[in-house]
Structures are given as C-alpha cells and as structure tokens.
C-alpha cells in the first residue's frame, strides 16, 4: 500500500471513529426493530414499515444528526481525549478540525433538507435535536450530573421521533424508554470514571472531579435500583413474550454490576463496566424479537 493510499486509509478510519459508524448501525437497527415488532400497528406488515419512506427519513434524520453530534463532541473534547483515548485521537487528528466541522454542517444541513420531505414538525423536531447536541457539547457537558442526564435525554431522541410518528404513547413504551434511559445514564458517569484523569485535567465538573469517587459509586448504586425496579416492574405488569428472559438475564448481571462497581478501582475495570453495559444494551435491542415470536414470524411470512 502506497503512502498516499496509507493516508486516505487513516482519513476514512478517522472521520469513521469520529462519527462513531458502529454506534450509529446499532441505533439505526434498534429504531427499525422497535418500529415492526413493538411500536408500529399490528396490522401493518414487515414491507409496510421497511419500506415505509416517512420512517426511512426519519431514520436517516436520527443517524445524520447523531454522527454530526459525535463529530462536534469530539471537536469540544480534543484535549480531553488525548489523555483519556490516545489511539481514538490519534484516528481523529488524521482529519482536519477543518474537514470535520465542514461534514459537521453538511450532515446537519442534508438532515434539515431529508426532514422537509416528512413535514415542517420534523423539520423543527430535527432543528431542535441538532441545538440541543450542540447546547450539550458547547455547555452542559462540564456541569455536574446535569451533563449526564442531558446526554442519556438526547441518545433516546431518535426513538422519541419513531413514538411521535406512529402516535403510539402506550405504558409500556414508557417504561421501556425509562429502562433505556437509567441504562444510557449509568454508563454516562461509568464514562466518567473511566475518564477520570482526562476530565480532572480539562477541569470537567463531572460527579467523581467534583466530588470524589465513592460519592459517584453511591449514585450509580441509586440509579442502579432504580433500573432493578424498572426492570421488575416491566416483568411483572407487561406481556413481553420471551424478552422476559432479557429482562430476567439483566435483573442477574445487575447485581453483578453492583457488585463489580464497588470493587472497581482503576481505569481498565471501569472501562470493562463500560463495555458490559453496551453489550447489555445491544442485547436488548436484538431481544425485541423475542417480544412476540408469533408476530415476528407472521410478519416475515407475510413480507
């Protein structure tokens, strides 16, 4: 491979890192699962919601958006992740802050332009994600506690968006999007153990800089029951089929979880946390299936 091929090699895996493509395939597969077998109308087919155009844009909107985020995220926390993430910013630097902040705007205005197909709702809808992002990255993020809840309300947006249009705003949703959300927020400020030096050294007002390590344990322990009783609840009050096992699975590596937090005490440990709660995450997208084996089958049958 030639030096300038090398180059464009590292561009591509930079900007790639930069959008977090492999986050975003997830969030793409996960909004369409919840779209066929748990928020869209029984009576609509597995064709009528794949290859529904409205959803399709909506989808699309959500990952432009989201990518475009992680991009001026990255862009606020270059100093950050050269301590925390050398390798990650080693990827990054091989993109132009220039190069990144044009796909910044370009990604953001495509989704403004794909919104406008839908209506003028989703285009104040996307406009307004797009801010918040921003708002986020730009102010909120170094404010204690506040940050991590304002990024664990933004990473469930795009499934807000599928919610409000098929109109369906039933209880369990609810209580799956509040599950979702505990979830995205204990792996917020497990992130921030993780990242402890870097954010000390940048000055980030994070739960474990300002006030110190076992206090933040304290509040992952809160937050942590909090999703325990989410979890029962959903068990207990909801026919959710056989992702009863998901649920049953967690309540089980919940309480590992615990345990494991309070015996956590360096970087690699945290950030094997971290990593357990993204497969437990990803899990749950792929236990969707399980809700209800019979539609998903009938659905496919019927495709």
Known sequence: MSFSNKSFFYKIAGLFVSVRGYNILIIILAQYLASIFIISPDYLSL???????????????????????????????????????????????????????SVYFILNFLSVILASYVSFRTVIFFSAYIFGIWFYSHKLKKITFLGNIVAALLAIVPFFAVFVYYKNFEKVIFFHAVFLFLLILIREIIKDLE??????????????????????????????????????????????????????????GFMFFFFLIWKSKYKIQF??????????????VFSILLIDVDLVLNKLLNL
């Open 47 to 101: 064709r009528d919601v794949v290859f529904d155009v409205n959803l399709f844009i909506i989808v699309c909107c959500s990952a432009l958006v989201i990518a475009s985020g992680y991009i001026i995220n990255s862009f606020y926390d270059s100093e950050k992740d050269l301590i925390n993430k050398p390798f990650k910013t080693y990827l990054d630097n091989k993109v132009s802050q220039n190069t990144k902040l």
């Open 195 to 252: 990242n402890l030096t870097g954010d000390f050294a940048q000055d980030y007002q994070t739960l474990p800089v300002r006030y110190s390590e076992q206090y933040t344990k304290v509040v992952l322990s809160i937050l942590i029951s909090l999703a325990l009783i989410t979890n029962i609840l959903l068990i207990q009050n909801f026919d959710l089929g056989y992702m009863d096992y998901y649920f049953y699975v967690s309540l089980i």
């Open 271 to 284: 950030s094997l946390l971290h990593n357990l709660l993204k497969l437990i995450i990803v899990l749950g």
